[in-house]
């Protein structure tokens, strides 16, 4: 007999949301640490094919763009299959990914196998991953998001001299069979993210047979039909289902949010590709060079853990967006300052400063995005603000080396990217001091208009009954 699933009321902060942390964390080693290592085969790439470093690029543009581009069909599959089946599904592409690609013959197969396929695969494990880490947690949420983010630094460490070394001994195709196979783990983080019922999911329902007591029973079903959780969306009501899962694309708070998103996608990638070029064309020797990226990794990690324990606190947790916003705005400052830093001794508090920051904010690009839309959407939410990110993704990086290219330097670069961070988190202010006037306006007329009512009177009598009176 299957096991009745338990319905939570709140999420349990514990238990076994700390094995779906651990998931979620594996997730993004194996999913974005890899992606950064995938840079590291670019040199073996353009020896062997002979082609040269724009057309070799596009491998890491396609793999990353492809990630996200396919965000919402991670979320579409998690939502109407299982989180379990999107990503152990997810994990076998881009295994299969990985091992095809070992035995490419031009860079357009690999274009299509370690660029399309492989991040097919990572699109279908991410978003889910990530959600799941929401399901499990309310109080602890940014501590054991920053936990499970910070894989990506981690990982990053770690595989870096790894896939290197691997490279070395097995040239760069047995590098990528190795690759494959540990990508293939991801079974295993599938096979761990328990599915978990909240009363949450089920409120939509509940509020609709309250404020409907007397609607016909078919359009009660069709709405149980459409719960995350029952999985059980039928040919009728798939449109219905759609609807409910995507109605948080109309909420104006979320369109802010997602509009953000984009300037701050653009605004993050071109230090990550630019640093060491840049340390290098200002005299930085390439081991030292090399070391800034480490510091950053690691610093990416503290700033994922540490920034997300203290935005737990509970004189914190109310201002966790406020913490958001500035978070995003020190990063894109840092950038700024770059283009004035000429040696290895300046260059280290910038790796400090931008890898903190960048790991505070991811950890918390999670959290706001379930406070504004809920624990119910979050899911199918991440897999469209993934998907946002795509398109920057894949431009912000060429369009960043034409403007190095033009103007023979990397000072407009580094300009772009931070005033772009800068405007993500200007333009989130301003939407919150809108809100909260025109709140504040809504409150004082609703204030007003109950004072009429109410106390408006003439003499020892209420308006209403003088009326009557002067009738009768």
Known sequence: MMKKKTLHTIPPDGGWGWMIVIGCFLVTVCTRAVTRCISIFFVEFQLYFGQDYSRTAWIHSIVDCSTMLCAPLG???SNHVSCQVGIILGGLLASTGLILSSFATSL???YLTLGVLTGLG????????IAMVGKYFDKKKALAYGIAM????IGTFILAPVVQMLIEQFSW??????LGGFVSNLCVCGALMRPINLREDFAHSSL???HNPNEPNNSTNSSTKCSPLTQDCSHKSLCYCSQKEYNFLLNPNFIVLAISFLFLAYGCSPPFVYLVPYALSVGVGHQQAAFLMSILGVINIVGNITFGWLTDRRFLKKHRYACYLIAVALDGFSCLFLPMLNCFELLVPFSVTFGYFDGAYVALIPVVTGDVVGTSHLSSALGVVFFLHAVPYLVSPPISGLLVDTTGNY????LLSGFSMIFCSILLVFAKLIRRIKSKGLTQSATTSETKQEICTNGDLPCSATEEHKVV
């Open 173 to 178: 195709r047995g590098a990528l069979l190795i």
């Open 75 to 77: 979320s579409y599959v």
């Open 208 to 210: 609709k047979q309250e």
């Open 108 to 110: 357009e197969y690999l």
């Open 122 to 129: 990572f699109a279908l494990c991410y978003s889910p991953a």
């Open 150 to 153: 910070s894989g990506s630094g």
């Open 411 to 414: 000072t407009a670069a580094f």
